[in-house]
């Protein structure tokens, strides 16, 4: 799914499947997703600050849902095949209201809650998602994020 986020509201450009032709899900009115954050960003915005105290209304396409962070513990992160080295990171208990778009088999199986930690980037108010981890009927959802170096000529010289 491609979605412009323009003056507040979601715009879908492409989708295949298109969720706007799905007649198991009822379709969400314009109006109501006002202010909604796509979910990378929805994720990013809990890490503000390193509080997990925020929450944020996402509209993925499909569904429109609010992710609701608190803060659980500071942790560490242990090197191993993901992580070469050890760090500490903000662990952040996340609860997923579904508000609308959902089908019927959806709202039955789609996971309600999960956790995420954060790692406060070098010089920024920002923690940034490094892990998170979502319990489902079908098993844990476990996903590793790390910053991507791309070489640069001038790091060469």
Not at 42 to 53: E, K, S
Not at 56 to 67: A, E, N, P, Q, W
Request: proline share 4%.
């Amino acid at each position: 799914i491609y979605i412009e986020f323009k003056d507040g509201y979601p715009t879908i450009l492409s989708a295949q499947p298109d969720p706007r032709r799905d007649d198991r899900r009822q379709a969400i009115e314009s109006n109501l997703l006002k202010n909604t954050l796509d979910p990378v960003l929805g994720i990013i915005n809990i890490g503000i600050n390193g509080q997990c105290n925020k929450n944020s209304l996402i509209f993925d396409g499909k569904r429109k849902y609010i992710l609701k962070a608190n803060y659980v513990s500071n942790d560490r992160i242990r090197i191993n095949n993901f992580f070469d080295k050890e760090f500490k990171a903000v662990k952040c208990k996340f609860e997923i209201e579904k508000l609308a778009g959902y089908t019927k088999k959806e709202l039955e199986k789609y996971p309600t809650s999960g956790f995420i930690w954060l790692k406060k980037e070098k010089n920024k108010n920002l923690f940034f998602p490094v892990k998170i981890n979502i319990e489902s009927k079908w098993g844990n959802f476990v996903c590793f994020i790390k910053e991507r170096r791309i070489p640069v000529e001038s790091n060469n010289l």
